[in-house]
Structures are given as C-alpha cells and as structure tokens.
C-alpha cells in the first residue's frame, strides 16, 4: 500500500525537477459555492473521517468568526472536524494541515516542497483575477502554472490624521504635497509629521517615497533628515510598537499623522480621515495580504480543501469584513459609496488601488523592503546608541554595494 504522504512527496518532487506535476498526482479539493456550501467531490472521500490542525493569523475577532465558520463547517461534514490554533505570526507550525501566510511567503514555501496546489479553491469569481487580468491578491501565488494558496484578506496600510487637527488647522483636506506637508509642519513644529511602526521599516521608506517621489526612499539623506529632531526637539518620524499606539499619538496630538493597517482606521472613521492612495508607495511590502495555504505532508487534502473553500466564500469574506474590516479578495464585495465606521461592505474607493494595477506609481521593491528591516530594527533597538547619520551610512552603503 502506498501512503499519502509518499504519494505527495513524489508528485511535489516532479514538480520541483521536471516543471508542473499532472494534477492526476494530486489531491483535488472541491470548490465552494458563493454561498459557502461546499460541493462533494466524486466518490466517498468526504465522508472518511478527517480532524483537520488550522493555524491562523489574526485579531481576537478574526479567530472567534473563523470559530463560527468552523462549526457551521463541521455542520455540512459530520466526519470531519477542526481545531484552530491562534498565533502572532507565521514562522513555524510544520505540524499544521492548514496554515494562514504571509502571500509573500507562499511561492518560497511551495518551491521548497511544502505546499499542496490549491487548484480547485481559487476560483475567478474568488479574486483569481478581474476583468483586466491583474489581481493584487493573487499575484503572489501563482508559481509553475499552479495556484500554491487560496486569498484569505487584505489589511493594507492607510496614512491618517486628525479631522479636529486639519480643522483647527482650517484645512478642508490633508496636504497633497511636501510643500502642503511643509505649511502644516511649520503650524505645528513641536509635533512629529509622522508615527509609523517601530518593527516595520517599509512604511518609514514609503512615507519618504509618498511625499518625495521616486527613489526617495533610496535616498540616505532624506532618511537621515526624517530621523534628525529639529530645533523644537521632535523628529518628523515617529515610532510606536502597536497601531492602536499610532493612533494614540495622532488623538493625543503627539503627530500630525499615522501610518497604520486599514482596520485600524475602520473601527474610527468618525474621527480620523484617510488618504487610502498611501499603500502604493509601499507596494506589496505595506499591502498586508494573508493566504491560506495546504501543507504537503496533510493526511486530510480533500477536508482542508473543503474547510478554505468555506472560510473564503464570498460570504465568509463580507461577514469578516463587517466584523474586523480586513478587506476581502472578491472585488465584488466592493460596493459601498462612503467609508463609515463598522461599515458593512467594503469602500469602492479601495477598488483602483487593490485591483487596479497603476503603472504611473511604483513602490519600491520587497528585496528593497527586506534589505532595510535589520537595519531599521538594530536603530531602534540600540536605544540611541545608532544616531541618524548612521543608519542613513549603513543604508547608502547596502545601495552601492
């Protein structure tokens, strides 16, 4: 008798060697319908008893409705069941039949022989790709003609800031340009211009790119001088560890604006505004994109195929949405006029910047992105003992080496 697992490991090996392996070698798991209610697949293999290890990635809120999805799951497959495990991060859980990702970390786990293809739960009514052919979402998934993980939400960055400031301020919007920026600091030289996060250099290099253009963000003395505290003692960068400690900042009127996850937003937009065009210069490094994805050593394909395809319905994506407001992968969720706190359905004003592909604005890159993190972490870290000059030194010398 030949095992599963042996099985899998010989189809991901041809695959990895000789290019696509024929789907025949591997487990397909069924789609699901818009309304969440899963197809069987041929034969009786849904109903083989299946106890499924999901690790997931999120909120409180996140984890609980995931739980709901969960039990109404097991409802429809009576053999099956799940349990869920929460966690910070995505590093690890080799264990796990089911995983939540990082997008950018599912084509590098795939071809290292990891991944089950998901072909058979990205469906194109699931975001697989818009009328154009592009879809921000999917773009990180697709490897060697094969889809290695099936959306689950977006959580992209947004740049804040107070409405009671900007009114004070007697401005009808935030500034459009550095020489907006530049009057508005000067109102207010005692406050940073900006709080990002202390653990994320990518949106320290975005709010460069943001205000100065292309290439800023390379640019070492414009970060030395964002860093540099000015004569009344506040730098124009900011740090905290917590976008609800961002958020904090700007309320408190510490800075005049935060960098922060969406959500974040969502749950007080009676009270800040937004400027949603920020991500993009950022690029897929401030998108915060989350995929599912099957691990290759998964006793259960067919119920973990099963158990995605229900939590990313259509469906599963607005209930998620109205509950912790990461944006869904189906862009026809995108239907609401105004953004509102709690609102119900996404702001169609996320369309162009999540599902169109804008060739005018280019962020930088996620090599550029992961070459600056260790140096952004051992500034902060030193606890002053890195001066500004410094890191902009290591920085200049990464770009020309």
Known sequence: MILP????????LLLVQEGPAPTTLLPKPPDDSPGGTAQSMEGEKDRLPARLSVSVIGDQEHFELLNELSEEWEGKHPSWQVTLSQ?????????????MVENSRVIPLASSGKLLPADGLVSSGNGEANESGFNSFARDLRW?????????FGDPVVLIWSRQLLEKAKL????????????????YPE???VTVSRQNGAEALAWLQYWHGKQASSDPALLQAALTPGVQGAAMLSVTATPAEAMEQVRQGRSLSAVVPWSYYWESADVFEADLAFV??????LRNEFSFVISSDTEFSVAAGSWIAAVTSSEAQERLYRATGKLPSDPGLYTEESVTAGGSRPPTA?????????????????EQAAAFQPLWLAYWASGGGMSPQQLAVSWNEHLEG
Do not use: C, N
Not at 5 to 12: D, F, H, N, Y
Not at 144 to 152: E, I, L, N, P, S
Not at 280 to 285: I, K, L, Q, R, T
């Open 5 to 12: 697992g042996i099985l899998v490991a010989w189809a991901l």
């Open 87 to 99: 966690s910070i991060s995505s590093d690890g859980g080799q264990d796990f039949d089911v995983r």
């Open 144 to 152: 060697r003609g094969y889809w290695w993980g099936t959306q689950a």
């Open 172 to 187: 009808q919007h935030w500034p459009v340009d550095w020489a907006d920026m530049q009057r508005l600091m000067g109102l």
């Open 191 to 193: 406050r940073s211009a």
């Open 280 to 285: 993009s210069a950022g690029g897929s490094a």
């Open 350 to 366: 996320w369309k162009k910047p999540l599902f169109q592909e804008d060739h005018a604005v280019k962020g930088f890159t996620p």
